[in-house]
């Protein structure tokens, strides 16, 4: 009933910059808190930033000063800005939403999208 599609992903050198985006669609009655994940090559998956319905964020501190998270709750869609990328940047990107919907009755459950690859590198 619901879907996280993302897109941006790409090759970058470092210093760069990028965005992502992540659209959510189907029978949505609220998204509550988004967020950005990533998951280098063997290491475990990691927060990257997250924003609230109200727009309280927080960020890893390794992204602090470089990535922006932000979210237009009209177009239900949650971006990541991320500038001065480095090359220990490169990871999968995931899109994470915490949705209500309804399905004859109301259900909040944990999105996650399909993963973009995020490359920096000269």
């Known amino acids: 009933q619901v879907q996280l599609v993302e897109s941006g992903g790409g090759l970058v050198q470092p210093g760069g910059s990028l965005r992502l985006s992540c659209a959510a669609s189907?029978?949505?009655?609220?998204?509550?808190?988004m967020g950005w994940y990533r998951q280098a090559l063997g290491k475990q998956r990691e927060l990257v930033a997250a924003?609230?319905?109200?727009?309280?964020?927080n960020y890893a501190d390794s992204v602090k000063g470089r990535f922006t998270i932000s979210r237009d709750n009209a177009k239900n869609t949650v971006y990541l800005q991320m500038n001065s990328l480095k090359p220990e940047d490169t990871a999968v990107y995931y899109c994470?939403?915490?949705?209500?919907?309804?399905?004859?009755?109301?259900?909040?459950?944990?999105?996650w999208g399909q993963g973009t690859q995020v490359t920096v590198s000269s």
């Open positions: 189907g029978s949505i009655f609220r998204i509550n808190t």
């Open positions: 994470n939403a915490d949705i209500t919907y309804y399905g004859g009755s109301f259900y909040t459950y944990d999105y």
């Open positions: 924003i609230t319905s109200g727009g309280s964020s």
